[in-house]
């Protein structure tokens, strides 16, 4: 018996150290400074660890972020819970619309809910917002000033509407002349048109100055064929007013008055209609699109329910921290600022990160979220990993220099891993930091 033993403390030791060495040699090939590389690989059951490499030092997660602050937020509000939007009539014959920040509410659903008013024959005295589910905060700490018209990081809040981003319409002219450039809904937003039609297209690029003139938004560059880009709202409240005021011309609501702010009353009211969209479209649209604006919103609204109270980001900080302590987790090493990993000053480490998968691995949550990462092959893994098939479940992130990858990988010998890879280097290119990703998980995956 005891030969057995010492002959597997053999075979281990040299298993172990053999993949290190394969890892550490392709680090090599690939001339990448490995102190900008953390990696973690532990098996899922037990934590004991597989392979590690700067595991403790901190780094920017990017979006691997959402796994945490997603499961978190979706563990306090319920797999039930519904975004809701509702529109109320109180005894006085006004209208209150309770906003519930919902991240898939759009100007369609704003007209059914007129047309609900309208088929009850109500004309209302006065027309109310109810916005206190948030603050009035609509970016996370530390987002990026010149991120202000990168579709993927709109603004969030209680005004959330048709994601909170307009269609610029951009269709060719002459050849060497401008193409007309639509905004579509209108938005008085100024767009200096120095864009060309051209046989040769290089796309169009928006850009403003916020010293100079911050209300105007250039748009430069080639185009040959008609296109349709987003760009982000920059202050909701105002698209949403002028998206309801316009629903109330077009259905024809005899109500000419402005539309003002005031708490729903808590007596007198009747509900009218109202819109609702399952959480599962947020867990989906968070962890296998990595969509900003419903992470945000997922993380704001659970903070809300936490503390019983407005919206803000103490209240989600003092959801997630409890929620790590339930999970017996030790924080000392990170630091979580938003919801959607899109600051920089959210700070974690690889080994934080494997610490936490383990707990949702053994825990009852896992099933569900499971079914939500993404396999190779669809969401943000559409084009990547394809070599795991149905072995690898993960979320990804990319962040200026940044590049990561976290979740559950099945081995060839049928062993399940959690892992997480962070590579923080401003001299590799951001392909060459995904294929070292993969690299470095084809060779856990073999041994």
Sequence with gaps: MRKIIITLAAVLLTIIPAEANNIDKMLSKQHINRAAVSVS?????????????????PRIPASTLKVITTTASVDTLGTDYL??????????????????????????????????????????KTIYVDNSIFDNLEWGEGWQWDDELNPHMPKFSAY??????????????????????????????TIMNLVLTSTDETGVVFSKNSNIAPNIINATGKIAKQKVLKLPVNNPKLYFNLRLQDTIRNRKMDYYNPIKIGILPKENIYLVDEITHEISNGITASLKSSNNLVAETLFKLAGAKYANNTGNINNSLAMLNNYFEKLGLNTEDIKIVDGSGVSKNNIMTSDFM??????????????????????PGEGTLKNRMLYFKECMRAKTGTLSDTSAITGYLKTRSGKMLVFNIMIQDAKTSEADKKNIEELILRQIYIN
């Design 354 to 375: 494997t610490s936490f998968l383990i707990k949702l691995y053994n825990s009852d949550n896992y099933e569900f979220i499971e079914q939500y990462l993404p396999t």
């Design 41 to 57: 690989v532990r098996d899922a059951k037990t934590g004991e660890k597989v392979y590690s490499l700067n595991d403790r030092t």
């Design 83 to 124: 975004f809701s939007t509702k529109l109320y009539k109180s005894t006085k014959n006004d209208l209150y619309f309770k906003l519930g920040a919902d991240p898939f509410l759009t100007s369609r659903d704003l007209r059914t809910l007129i047309d609900k008013a309208k088929d009850k024959n109500i004309t209302p």
């Design 160 to 189: 959330n509407l048709d994601g909170n981003l307009l269609d610029i319409e951009i269709t060719p002219q002459r050849i060497g002349t401008a193409p007309t450039i639509i905004v579509k809904p209108f938005y008085p937003v």
